[in-house]
């Protein structure tokens, strides 16, 4: 793993095998559930899944905050832009299950907040 990037322990088996995670990995697996999330039009800084391709993944780390806390607990706070017309506390209840659930089910590690700030809302364009 590269110098000076803060990474976590997921297993230690305290033998042969460890497991370490970048927090830049918790953040884009953060960044791609929420932006899979129906009504959530992108991350702040306009990062959505279409944009992977140009940007890479790593683009997608934007707009997320990640805490990890000496039990490997997780904190994650999101910046998201609402598609007009969804409800954001559906919207920002689908994304905080969705990223609960991709972190713990990627990393084993718990998830104990998901905060959403909603920064903008995107108008659909018309044909």
């Not at 953040?27 to 944009?51: C, P, Q, R, Y």
């Amino acid at each position: 793993m590269a110098e000076g990037r803060n990474t976590y322990t997921i297993r230690d088996d305290g033998g042969l095998s460890t497991v370490k995670i970048a927090e830049d990995v918790v953040a884009i697996i953060a960044g791609m559930a929420a932006t899979e999330a129906k009504g959530v039009s992108s991350l702040a800084g306009n990062i959505t899944n279409d944009s992977i391709p140009k940007k890479g993944a790593k683009s997608l780390a934007k707009g997320v905050h990640i805490d990890v806390d000496e039990e490997n607990k997780v904190k994650v706070n999101l910046a998201l832009t609402i598609e007009y017309g969804y409800s954001i506390p559906e919207v920002a209840r689908d994304v905080q299950e969705r990223v609960k659930n991709g972190i713990e089910s990627m990393t084993g590690m718990e998830v104990t907040e998901v905060n959403i700030s909603v920064g903008d809302v995107e108008m659909k364009e018309e044909d």
